[in-house]
């Protein structure tokens, strides 16, 4: 019986001159220990580690929502074998653009720049500043979009056999812009 509680002591003697990572591993902590039923701290290090979670999880969401209001930069590509006529004549320097999203296009009339959004028939004038130009496109964001469209009475978008022709005066008394694009075998534009 001695020789037992000897070897008892000789154990609680060597677990208190141990490092607190000893005590971890074979699971005699207190934080690792369950409590006992009616102790004082009963679960405080479980309610803790609770705690702990919740507010690592709300700083994370919020650091998400942070970020997701800047918006990327959309790549727009060139819209091959479309038409631009201005006045029913061609201008001398024009570009069509279209992105990933379909009925909206970014028209590059000499150094303006239009966004034309065909499905709502709005067009908006966009800051050429915030365009930066590259060998196969333009980066612009749709963030970047001003508030109010141009106006742009007798807007006409029909579709021509092989082409589909948008059509509109830009502002009250100004000038026609004609946009053609390609259509597919299907009948819907090919970009």
């Not at 003697?13 to 009616?38: F, N, S, V, Y």
């Not at 479980?46 to 705690?51: P, V």
């Not at 948008?166 to 534009?189: D, T, V």
Request: include cysteine; charge should be positive; aromatic fraction near 8%.
């Amino acid at each position: 019986m001695k020789s037992e509680k000897a070897k008892l002591e000789m154990e609680n003697q060597e677990e208190k001159t141990k490092p607190a990572l000893w005590k971890i591993a074979r699971g005699r902590h207190p934080a690792l220990t369950r409590p006992q039923d009616g102790h004082p701290e009963g679960g405080r290090y479980t309610k803790c580690a609770a705690i702990l979670l919740v507010l690592l999880a709300l700083a994370s969401m919020t650091q998400a929502q942070a970020q997701a209001p800047a918006e990327k930069k959309l790549t727009w590509h060139t819209l091959e074998f479309a038409i631009l006529k201005f006045n029913d004549s061609a201008p001398n320097s024009w570009n069509i653009y279209h992105s990933e999203k379909k009925g909206v296009l970014l028209v590059r009339l000499w150094k303006r720049y239009l966004l034309v959004n065909v499905q709502d028939q709005e067009v908006f004038d966009i800051d050429p500043q915030k365009i930066k130009v590259l060998a196969d496109g333009v980066d612009w964001s749709v963030a970047d979009k001003p508030e109010n469209p141009i106006d742009t009475p007798e807007f006409v978008d029909r579709n021509v056999g092989s082409m589909q022709r948008i059509r509109f005066r830009i502002g009250k008394g100004g000038h026609f812009l004609e946009i053609q694009i390609p259509l597919g075998l299907n009948g819907r534009p090919m970009y």
